[in-house]
């Protein structure tokens, strides 16, 4: 691995191929906690049937983006939502599909790129998602900007990442993971590359500051910003996630943010 600048398309090209490739991985890994309808905010269990950060949601019509396996979108179904649920990756959509078929909750599922929604202005009440999208597109003002023209003026953008400061660690849930090593305000982007140097995995960093100007600039008002505290009892690991790093320091930012009704 190794921190540098990549081109969009084949940032888009890598991780659309990554994630093709470790869908059953993941799910083999991750699906359990994840549940098959069910929505789950973050590796610290935050769950949006008791946080409700999309307010009600019944009869709602809300975009899933990046919507891996879609369980949040089929949780938003049977919580009385018209959910449709969008993902770049083939291989995460498959797996929608078949817990689709196992669970008998179906919602439509759409392949395309967040930064060129396939839909018309003012489309759907909210849009969200949990740690999909956002971290692997070099231009997340731009996703911010195509979330708000798909949103009808007073619609509701709630979204999850990996907490900024995160990155200033490894990726290490044991104490290895406790020792700064980065910059905060480098923005260099974390890439996973092959032996010929071709990148197959990247995602990005954004400060808090970075987010909120984002947000703003795409004509957002945020509401608030949930740093969820790591769960007594809760003794799972999820990557760099643990109950060790998790009582320190916050490991996920949900940024919640409304598009203003006069927009």
């Known amino acids: 691995m190794t921190r ?22 993941y799910q083999a890994e991750h ?12 590796p610290e269990g935050l769950r949006e049937a008791d946080a409700r950060l ?8 809300i975009l899933e983006l990046g919507c891996g396996a879609a369980a949040a979108a089929r949780w938003l179904a049977t919580a009385g939502a018209h959910p449709v649920a969008l993902d770049l990756s083939a291989g995460m959509l ?13 919602v439509p599922l ?14 759907f009440d909210s849009v969200c998602t949990a740690f999909g999208a956002i971290p692997f597109v070099d231009d997340s003002a731009g996703a911010m900007r195509e979330v708000a023209r798909v949103l009808r003026p007073g619609g509701r953008w709630v979204f999850s990442v ?25 923005r260099s982007p974390y890439v996973e590359q092959d032996e010929q140097g071709v990148a197959t995995y990247v995602e990005q960093h954004r400060t808090l500051g970075d987010r909120i100007r984002e947000l703003v600039g ?18 799972g ?3 760099q996630w643990s109950p060790l790093r998790g009582r320190l320091f916050p490991g996920t930012a949900i940024f919640v943010a409304e598009k203003p009704a006069d927009r």
């Not at 540098?4 to 991985?25: E, L, M, P, Q």
């Not at 759409?110 to 489309?123: K, N, S, Y």
């Not at 795409?218 to 009892?233: H, I, K, Q, S, Y």
């Open 4 to 25: 540098r600048r990549v081109d969009a398309a084949v940032i888009r090209r890598a991780n659309r191929g990554w994630w093709d490739a470790d869908a059953d991985d």
């Open 31 to 42: 699906g359990a906690f994840l549940g098959d309808a069910d929505f789950v905010w973050c």
């Open 237 to 239: 690991i999820w990557g």
């Open 218 to 235: 795409a004509g957002f008002r945020l509401l608030d910003l949930v740093e969820p505290e790591w769960p007594a009892g809760h003794e």
């Open 54 to 61: 999309l307010g009600d949601v019944a009869g709602r019509r």
């Open 110 to 123: 759409v392949q395309a790129d967040a930064l060129a929604l396939p839909f018309g202005d003012g489309a």
């Open 94 to 106: 498959r797996h929608a599909a078949q817990a689709a078929e196992r669970t008998g909750v179906r």
């Open 162 to 186: 990996t907490h900024p400061m995160r990155w200033i660690f490894l990726d290490d849930p044991g104490e290895g993971g406790l020792t700064a090593v980065h910059s905060y305000f480098d």
